[in-house]
């Protein structure tokens, strides 16, 4: 299995901050690297997929970069609505793994 | 606007069998991964399995000998069975529509249903 490890585990910022969240895949994964977004007693959002590519309907402020093992996630000014816990997730290969999760909480 | 509706049983006894469904209301039925996904309480997400509208199944190997997975295309509906339950199992689950069938494509998904909340106890 490919195992996917995000850091930091947990991150305090404050609105209009930027934040970067890292996701760092086992073994080469190319492009396939998702990003979603959860909010308390809600299911996942999906943000970003095939690294940099961004959902419709998600905010310009996010967006994604990677490839290979190493991948970000970046807020670019963060608003009230982005604290959330965020999961990364690798489709290159099956099982179709999630990193632990970041939790992105209010300073 | 595709939404998943999914029911189950919610309180289970151990060694007993979880059972899910996920009705898919308003999109198309074929050319997607129905995949199920659970997250243990306060913790992060783990990738059960998917299946496709023939019936191809696809499971996480540390469930594998335990999981079963179903669709009915007459009703538009797939399922989860997950046998021998323990306290380990509790959790939230999701059902979710996943894309990326075709070659050339990105798997992704896209569109998950509200979550069952699933509890193993004696």
């Known amino acids: 299995d490919i195992q996917m490890t995000q850091s930091p585990s947990s991150l305090s910022a404050s609105v209009g901050d930027r934040v970067t969240i890292t996701c760092r895949a086992s073994?080469?994964?190319?492009?396939?690297l998702n990003w979603y977004q959860q909010k308390p007693g809600k299911a996942p959002d999906l943000l970003i997929y095939a690294a940099s590519s961004l959902q419709v309907g998600v905010p310009s402020r996010f967006s994604g970069s990677g490839s290979g093992t190493d991948f970000t996630l970046t807020i670019s000014s963060l608003q009230p609505e982005d604290f959330a816990t965020y999961y990364c997730?690798?489709?290159?290969?099956?099982?179709?793994?999630f990193g632990q999760g970041t939790k992105l909480e209010i300073k | 606007q595709v939404q998943l509706q999914q029911w189950g049983a919610g309180l289970l006894k151990p060694s007993e069998i979880l059972s899910l469904t996920c009705a898919v209301n308003g999109g198309s039925f074929s050319g997607y991964y129905w995949s199920w996904i659970r997250q243990p309480p306060g913790k992060g997400l783990e990738w059960i399995g998917e299946i496709n509208h023939s019936g191809s199944t696809n499971y996480n190997p540390s469930l594998k000998s335990r999981v079963t997975m179903s669709v009915d295309t007459s009703k538009d509906l797939f399922s989860l069975k997950l046998s021998s339950v323990t306290a380990a199992d509790t959790a939230l689950y999701y059902c979710?529509?996943?894309?990326?069938?075709?070659?050339?494509?990105?798997?992704?998904?896209?569109?998950w249903g509200k979550g069952t909340t699933v509890t193993v106890s004696s």
């Open positions: 979710a529509r996943g894309t990326g069938t075709l070659p050339g494509t990105y798997y992704y998904l896209d569109v």
């Open positions: 997730q690798q489709s290159y290969s099956s099982p179709r793994t």
């Open positions: 073994q080469s994964i190319n492009n396939y």
